[in-house]
């Protein structure tokens, strides 16, 4: 059973500070890794993507990936009451012949 | 850009009975896919259509189907609708399939109820 596992939380981080989201995947080969955010009562929608190991930088938001600790993470800098939402890690395990695998997602509150 | 449709919003619909749900992709997005959205399980992959071929297929009865039209249109199909259907589906698009993509951008979601 290829998993991805996400601390459910809430993250509680002040207005400003910076939030951070972690993730782990069990499948060693996965080639493809996403973060969407789910507002309340909305689709999810996809922030980043990555593929290679390292850093990945979208404005306020960051992507790491490290394949050998099978552990990707996202980074909100200057978070805003407006990131407060659920971060979904998503995974495409290796040979892509499952879809997405999505973990259950964190829940994050910025306080203003 | 025209996102991704999804028809109907809401269906209440009573156990034993089919539905049919419906998803247009972004325009030029070849690939389709489904997923269940329970508060319990979370998000669980369905399944993928390409090119109106079924690529991957998720770990669920065969009571949920699903095809894929030339117009990249895709429906879903559910049959003899047991309590635990009840949950949002939603549909993803996206250029390519598996690992030859750049993210999935997905409809509103059809919220399904059985009762």
């Known amino acids: 059973q290829k998993e991805v596992e996400q601390n459910s939380g809430p993250l509680s981080v002040p207005e400003g500070a910076i939030a951070s989201l972690n993730c782990t995947y069990s499948?060693?080969?996965?080639?493809?890794f996403f973060w969407y955010r789910q507002y309340s009562g909305k689709s999810p929608e996809l922030i980043m993507s990555i593929y290679s190991n390292g850093d990945k930088e979208d404005g306020r938001f960051t992507a790491q990936l490290n394949k050998a600790s099978q552990y990707v993470s996202l980074l909100i800098r200057d978070s805003q009451p407006s990131d407060s939402a659920t971060y979904l890690c998503a995974v495409i395990p290796g040979g892509g012949a499952d879809g997405l695998t999505f973990g259950k997602g964190t829940h994050l509150i910025i306080q203003p | 850009k025209a996102g991704v449709t999804q028809t109907p919003r809401y269906l209440i619909k009573t156990r034993g009975q089919q539905v049919t749900l419906s998803c247009s992709p972004i325009?030029?997005?070849?690939?389709v896919s489904w997923y269940q959205q329970t508060p319990g399980q979370g998000l669980q992959f369905l399944f993928e259509?390409?090119?109106?071929?079924?690529?991957n297929k998720g770990n669920f009865p065969g009571r949920f189907s699903g095809r894929q039209f030339s117009n990249s249109r895709s429906e879903m199909n559910v049959s003899t609708l047991e309590l635990g259907d009840s949950a949002l589906y939603l549909c993803a698009s996206s250029t390519g399939h598996g690992n030859q993509n750049y993210g999935y951008t997905f409809g509103s979601g059809t919220r399904l109820t059985v009762v």
């Open positions: 259509y390409f090119s109106e071929t079924q690529r």
């Open positions: 499948d060693r080969v996965s080639q493809s």
């Open positions: 325009s030029g997005h070849r690939s």
